[in-house]
């Protein structure tokens, strides 16, 4: 059973930085994709930020810049760096891995002065 457990968000000034990690567990594939998905109060669920097997990234147009994802693959472990944070960065975002989607529990991030 593949368990996602994510960490790191909290409340955060505008302009301000946040690292979220997420750890998998019970994989039994080597060959997987690990991203951040966010989804604000009335909207719908998007990509942040995935980061394929090969090691390829790819970003949600509103983030393109400002955060960074990474992946400790010895650890089962992505990672989300969030830097100039924006109040439209309000969400609780989540950790997924593929194939199939799973996904964690999620992690609120607050941006508000």
């Known amino acids: 059973q593949v368990r996602l457990v994510e960490s790191g968000g909290g409340l955060v000034q505008p302009g301000g930085s946040l690292r979220l990690s997420c750890a998998a567990s019970?994989?039994?594939?080597?060959?997987?994709?690990m991203g951040w998905y966010r989804q604000a109060p009335g909207k719908q669920r998007e990509l942040v930020a995935i980061?394929?097997?090969?090691?390829?990234?790819n970003y949600g147009a509103s983030v393109k810049g400002r955060f960074t994802i990474s992946r400790d693959s010895a650890k089962s472990t992505v990672y989300l760096q969030m830097n100039s944070l924006k109040p439209e960065d309000t969400a609780v975002y989540y950790c997924?891995?593929?194939?199939?989607?799973?996904w964690g529990q999620g992690t609120q991030v607050t941006v508000s002065s």
């Open positions: 997924n891995l593929r194939p199939p989607h799973y």
């Open positions: 019970g994989i039994t594939s080597s060959i997987y994709d």
């Open positions: 980061i394929y097997s090969s090691g390829v990234t």
